[in-house]
């Protein structure tokens, strides 16, 4: 049997992998090209 818990963990961490894809999507969208810091 699974705990509840571990639903709502792995939903928070899919949520938040998804926010963080569309948050970079976004600023490279009105950012331009970044410089190679070398």
Known sequence: QYHPWYYHVARRK????????????????????HPHWH
Do not use: L
């Open 14 to 33: 899919r949520e938040c992998k998804e926010f963080r894809t569309r948050v970079t999507q976004i600023v490279e969208s009105f950012s331009p090209p």
